[in-house]
């Protein structure tokens, strides 16, 4: 689970992608907008 990081500074603690300040939660929410995963990392994730 190198991906996903939890530091008590950043978020609140709360579970982040590891390298950026975006919270799993905001990633698993994503779908529900009916976005598909490829869309969502070029969207939101692209590097």
């Known amino acids: 689970m190198d991906r996903i ?3 008590p500074l ?3 603690g709360k579970p982040c992608i ?3 300040h975006i919270p799993v939660q905001n990633v ?3 779908p529900n907008e009916e976005l598909s995963f ?3 990392i070029r969207d ?3 590097e």
């Open 44 to 46: 939101y994730y692209s």
């Open 28 to 30: 698993l929410e994503l």
């Open 38 to 40: 490829s869309d969502i």
């Open 18 to 20: 590891a390298e950026t």
């Open 10 to 12: 950043i978020h609140f």
């Open 5 to 7: 990081v939890v530091d």
